[in-house]
């Protein structure tokens, strides 16, 4: 998904893709622009973990905070466009480094909030959970159980 008009290249091939900002790699790739960019700030340590960058931003840190607030209005954007084309029922965000208190998502709630159109958002969930040993089996199971209660009109479809 295009976010930045002639921006970095992406694994994909393409350029200024949402996940050469947002996913993991994405991020770091973030940062070490940032390093360059400020070359003299002992705040910017050499290769910080992501877990480290996200510490930084909350001791303090205004371009580690400015990095993930930027990420995060990538990701609200998008998924703000996401949830008014398909208006789901609702949206969940898990992975190995999320983190809901963290300032990306803070962030991204905000970008998403002003963008998705007003009803839609009146009563959207939106879970963000740090990924678990067991999520895979739950979506697994999911999509096993969504057949077991279709009405009958629906199994044919």
Request: glycine share 8%.
């Amino acid at each position: 998904m295009p976010c930045v008009p002639d921006g970095r290249r992406c694994e994909c091939g393409n350029q200024g893709c949402l996940e050469a900002y947002v996913a993991d790699h994405g991020v770091l790739a973030s940062y070490h622009e940032l390093r360059q960019k400020h070359p003299d700030d002992a705040w910017l340590a050499a290769d910080l973990s992501l877990d480290e960058i996200r510490a930084a931003a909350r001791e303090g840190n205004e371009h580690l905070h400015s990095l993930l607030a930027q990420t995060g209005k990538y990701l609200g954007t998008a998924l703000a466009s996401m949830v008014n084309i398909f208006n789901p029922e609702c949206v969940i965000l898990t992975g190995a480094h999320v983190h809901p208190d963290d300032v990306l998502f803070a962030s991204m709630r905000e970008t998403m909030h002003r963008y998705i159109f007003s009803r839609l958002d009146d009563d959207l969930p939106l879970v963000i959970a740090p990924v678990t040993s067991t999520r895979w089996a739950q979506g697994a199971g999911t999509l096993v159980l969504r057949h077991f209660f279709l009405s009958p009109a629906q199994v044919g479809t």
